[in-house]
T-cell receptor, first 114, second 116 residues
Framework: GESVGLHLPTLSVQEGDNSIINCAYS??????FIWYKQESGKGPQFIID?????DKRQGQRVTVLLNKTVKHLSLQIAATQPGDSAVYFC?????????????FGDGTTLTVKP | EAQVTQNPRYLITVTGKKLTVTCSQN?????MSWYRQDPGLGLRQIYY???????DKGDVPEGYKVSRKEKRNFPLILESPSPNQTSLYFC???????????????FGQGTRLTVV
């Protein structure tokens, strides 16, 4: 079946370093991808999204890269701060054949060391 | 303030006793969805609704019901809860257009349900 998976369940970085969180997806028909951040005790929060007609999108301190050839998605966080410590999820939608269904990866826990 | 409100935040119930978790959004969003979050399994979609009176199954709909009689509300109903439905539940909403969740997606604070 289709799945969206993250390469590593945990990632620890030093404050000020850049973080890279990876996600592999298996549905080649997926055309819309979102990264979410979930802090302890809270619901997921939208970070950044990208459509399949793009391979890179930048936000404030975050960049999402999409490689459709190998079905890989990554989230890059520049100058990681303690407030970035959270669980990060990628999610994918296939709007053409299954609009409305969102599939999430298992999540990567990012810990930022001071 | 734009928000998705779930109630209750915490609930402990017994097997077989029907319960409803409410979800309400004040952003006039067409799309609403329910998820459950379990350790090691991430977020899994239960049901979603593209608009009023339009609902569809997600990946794990068994044991759940939903209704969408009005735009702002999307209650999750457990007719006969069982211990395997013990989980953390999230409701989310967003504008339509792309189908599923998109840039305007908002999540509720979660409902932690324990079925004993």
């Amino acid at each position: 079946g289709e799945s969206v998976g993250l390469h590593l369940p945990t990632l620890s970085v030093q404050e000020g370093d850049n973080s890279i969180i990876n996600c592999a997806y298996s549905n080649s028909a997926s055309d819309y991808f979102i990264w979410y951040k979930q802090e302890s005790g809270k619901g997921p929060q939208f970070i950044i999204d990208i459509r399949s007609n793009m391979d890179k999108r930048q936000g404030q301190r975050v960049t999402v890269l999409l490689n459709k050839t190998v079905k890989h998605l990554s989230l890059q966080i520049a100058a990681t701060q303690p407030g970035d410590s959270a669980v990060y999820f990628c999610a994918e939608n296939d709007d053409n054949t299954n609009a409305g269904k969102s599939t999430f990866g298992d999540g990567t826990t990012l810990t930022v060391k001071p | 303030e734009a928000q998705v409100t779930q109630n209750p935040r915490y609930l402990i119930t017994v097997t077989g006793k029907k319960l409803t978790v409410t979800c309400s959004q004040n952003m006039n969003h067409e799309y609403m969805s329910w998820y459950r979050q379990d350790p090691g399994l991430g977020l899994r979609q239960i049901y979603y609704s593209m608009n009023v009176e339009v609902t569809d199954k997600g990946d794990v709909p068994e044991g759940y019901k939903v209704s969408r009689k009005e735009k702002r509300n999307f209650p999750l109903i457990l007719e006969s809860p069982s211990p395997n439905q013990t989980s953390l539940y999230f409701c989310a909403s967003s504008i339509a257009g792309t189908g599923g969740l998109n840039t305007e997606a908002f999540f509720g604070q979660g409902t932690r349900l324990t079925v004993v």
